[in-house]
């Protein structure tokens, strides 16, 4: 079940006014479900080859999330503005057409529309990011990972759209998705999180922390991931110990 996040929303130029001060800083896929605890029995320094990839990773997040916050202050710019024109309202709901939002009112500056759209528009912290991509890829020496640049374990839905696993249930259709680079891997899972139901915990967590002006914590953010594995909270415990024995110092946030 799961749980909603109230907080009082304030006004819209108090919002965006306090964002903009602090400067703090497409096919839809679900992702396989596995993960692998053993590979968690290593010394907590990263050797230099786990090095590497998280330095990989990490560049890939940084570029896909420096372009969820153009858009995300270009929404909070809009804000401020005490009318919107016609290519304002258009820009807002091709926006919201890409993060799967349907019948927002723009015209209206309908602060509840607002905050729905910023509630997706939003980054997933680097660490996150890197702990799934170290879990879900065994540090990138998958078959996945290595033929595909699939670092996430998304699946697709398409025929030819990725790779047919070995062990793909008789019947199935789906497929491993295959990316062209680790960064559209990365595009394509930070998506994920921003868009399906299953993941709603998790921007409801990101938006608290945001209407608290909090830094955004992977660790707690973690939490919102039951719906990614069979394994539930198991798997969100999994998440935050490779957090917590590879990724203790989360480098600046971009926003």
Not at 108 to 121: A, G
Not at 126 to 145: C, D, K, M, P, Y
Request: charged share 20%.
């Amino acid at each position: 079940m799961r749980t909603r996040i109230h907080y009082t929303m304030l006004s819209l130029a108090v919002i965006a006014a306090a964002y903009l001060t602090q400067q703090q800083f497409s096919t839809t896929t679900t992702p396989v479900l596995k993960t692998n605890t053993a590979r968690l029995q290593k010394a907590f320094a990263p050797a230099p080859s786990q090095q590497q990839f998280i330095e990989k990773i990490t560049q890939s997040e940084n570029q896909v999330n420096q372009k969820i916050l153009q858009k995300r202050k270009k929404i909070l710019n809009l804000m401020q503005q005490t009318t919107l024109s016609n290519q304002d309202i258009n820009q807002l709901k091709k926006i919201a057409k890409q993060y799967k939002l349907k019948n927002l009112n723009f015209k209206s500056r309908s602060e509840q529309d607002f905050n729905q759209l910023l509630k997706r528009v939003d980054i997933i912290p680097s660490a996150l990011v890197t702990a799934q991509a170290i879990n879900e890829s065994n540090w990138g020496r998958s078959r996945f990972a290595t033929e595909g640049n699939n670092f996430f374990g998304m699946r697709c839905h398409r025929s030819g759209c990725g790779i047919i696993p070995k062990a793909r249930p008789e019947g199935s259709r789906w497929e491993v998705a295959s990316y062209s680079s680790a960064t559209d891997s990365v595009r394509a899972y930070i998506h994920t999180l921003n868009t399906l139901g299953a993941y709603q915990k998790l921007r409801d967590l990101r938006a608290k922390m945001r209407a608290d002006h909090q830094t955004l914590s992977p660790f707690k953010l973690a939490a919102g991931l039951t719906a990614y594995s069979i394994k539930g909270e198991k798997y969100v415990q999994l998440i935050q110990n490779i957090i917590a024995r590879y990724l203790p110092e989360e480098p600046p946030q971009l926003g």
